[in-house]
């Protein structure tokens, strides 16, 4: 259907804007998304109501692919924890540094919560790892909550060294803090 390519061209022509302007959403309009897309500004206003629901949808797929393409470094792990932690470590390290896309996915799925949405393919990812393959539902609730303090503590990051002695953009004093969070949960 002509509409369907067209939605989907849109969307992808939007996702490159959001990559060649490293993630930073203010710097992209609806208009140059429509010359981008080669349609009318009324025509993607009709599509996405919004440039934040545009967005939202071209962010999400961004994270989705992210995860799914994700094969972290477990060299040198030697169990289930310190793969975990590791595994934390990287997820944040990409949190830190998409950190617009990221704040955009993390508050879509607080939104719109999903049963696979970002969030929970994330959880999924962390009860495979601590459990080593077998996973339970204990499993999957300390996933949960690793997840969980992560995203919170990430979309906290600046007042985190105020109110808790954590300077998140100092990786030395976030790896200190995801050690701990994944030994109490896990």
Do not use: W
């Amino acid at each position: 259907m002509k509409s369907d390519i067209s939605k989907e061209n849109i969307i992808q022509q939007t996702i490159c804007l959001i990559q060649e302007s490293d993630g930073i959403i203010e710097n992209i309009t609806i208009r140059k998304i429509a010359e981008r897309s080669n349609v009318g500004v009324g025509l993607v206003n009709h599509y996405f109501m919004s440039k934040e629901n545009l967005i939202e949808i071209c962010v999400q797929t961004i994270i989705s692919g992210v995860i799914g393409a994700f094969q972290p470094d477990l060299s040198g792990c030697q169990d289930f924890i310190e793969t975990t932690k590791t595994v934390a470590k990287q997820v944040m390290d990409f949190l830190m540094e998409n950190q617009q896309i990221s704040k955009v996915s993390i508050l879509g799925d607080l939104k719109q919560p999903k049963v696979m949405d970002n969030t929970m393919k994330t959880v999924m990812g962390f009860a495979t790892r601590l459990s080593g393959g077998q996973i339970t539902q204990e499993y999957k609730v300390k996933a949960f909550m690793i997840t969980a303090v992560l995203q919170e503590a990430f979309l906290r990051k600046d007042c985190l060294n105020e109110s808790l002695a954590i300077d998140f953009y100092d990786k030395e004093q976030r790896d200190v803090f995801i050690n701990d969070i994944v030994e109490r949960f896990a």
